[in-house]
């Protein structure tokens, strides 16, 4: 991809930076430092940061002497430190005598907040504007979101004919992990898949174990496509053989309550009338009590990050080019619940969703001959 991406990313920091009172800012999270240089570093228990200099434009790379030369060809100065005298010497190089310095506190451990102290440093959060400036998504970053949600459907698709009774959760995820890794551009990642099956369906936050499908079973496939280095994030509740009419009628609750939510999404609006609106419908349907999580969340390099769809998050107004859930859910404790997941974009004048799998629920009944 061309780095006129990254340049233009860093550009639009330093403006936030300058707007929120910093000269200088120390930033770190490895899909921080990625979305600014399009590097991807894994340091492990080693530093590495982001010298952001908002007066200038200056973007320097501070990192260890095992990355040597991977800050080739992003436009960052690379600076590299040994693992013997580590990175003291070059954080009080750049920011000695800068007053108004941030760091990406939400990041860094305190292991790192004792060096900045050490070499003087006074330093306010700056996460709170990263975040801010990672927000509205660019059109290369709204097409890898995109493409990682039709992979995901494209493999739910593909085995979908595989779910049986007899069949584990585990087995489940891993159907569902090879055929997304069939992919090119896909990263497999195995944490991100959860199947739970019967009773286990009540919990929104669930492993995928040894539980095995049984006929008229109710089932939660929450799971997320991960296509260069950006997720998707969906979920479909599907039942095996039959549904009863207690589950079809919360089932049709439910979708209620996520298309309303999708309607309700778009410029102008406050986050929270996004979980208003979905949240209003299962609660005039009586199960209000069992809607325990908010109705979405920010997705891009990560798969949990801003915006926060929830109802006290009335600050935050919805802009063109952000991207999150929708998906709200009835969970009923011992017996099962309902969760209907789409990734959706916010347009000029509403939002559209980026998932195309059916959510009708005759889709959603498998047959299990």
Request: glycine content about 10%; overall charge negative; proline content about 4%.
């Amino acid at each position: 991809m061309s780095q006129d991406i990254y340049s233009a990313r860093r550009e639009k920091i330093c403006k936030y930076l300058s707007e929120a009172g910093f000269d200088k800012a120390l930033v770190g999270e490895p899909f921080t430092f990625f979305y600014l240089t399009g590097v991807m570093l894994h340091p492990y228990e080693r530093f590495m940061g982001l010298v952001i200099d908002a007066r200038n434009g200056q973007t320097d790379a501070i990192i260890p002497g095992v990355d040597i030369t991977r800050m080739s060809g992003s436009g960052v100065s690379e600076h590299v430190y040994d693992d013997a005298s580590g990175p003291s010497k070059l954080l009080k190089k750049f920011f000695s005598g800068c007053k108004r310095t941030g760091v990406e506190m939400e990041h860094y451990t305190m292991k790192t907040g004792e060096i900045l102290r050490n070499i003087g440093l006074e330093a306010r959060d700056v996460s709170g504007v990263i975040g801010l400036a990672r927000l509205k998504k660019d059109e290369y970053e709204i097409e890898q979101i995109e493409n990682a949600a039709a992979c995901a459907d494209r493999a739910l698709a593909s085995i979908k004919g595989t779910i049986k009774p007899g069949v584990s959760e585990k087995e489940i995820s891993l159907a569902l992990l090879c055929e997304m890794s069939k992919t090119p551009g896909f990263i497999p990642d195995p944490y991100i898949i959860q199947i739970l099956t019967g009773p286990r369906s009540a919990n929104p936050h669930g492993i995928s174990g040894e539980a095995r499908v049984a006929y008229g079973d109710v089932m939660t496939i929450d799971y997320c496509g991960y296509y260069n280095f950006y997720w998707s994030d969906f979920t479909r509740t599907m039942f095996a053989g039959e549904v009863s009419d207690e589950f079809r009628n919360i089932y049709g609750i439910v979708l209620d309550a996520h298309l309303a939510g999708i309607d309700a999404a778009r410029p102008g609006v406050p986050a929270s009338a996004v979980d208003k609106a979905a949240r209003d419908v299962i609660t005039k349907s009586g199960y209000g009590g069992e809607f325990v999580h908010r109705t979405g969340h920010g997705i891009g390099l990560n798969v949990h990050e801003p915006p926060n769809i929830h109802s006290g998050n009335d600050e935050l107004i919805l802009e063109e080019n952000m991207v999150f859930t929708v998906e709200p859910g009835i969970y009923l404790e011992g017996r099962g619940g309902v969760r209907i997941e789409d990734d959706v974009c916010v347009t000029g004048d509403g939002c559209r969703s980026l998932n195309t799998y059916s959510k009708r629920i005759e889709d959603m009944i498998l047959p299990v001959d």
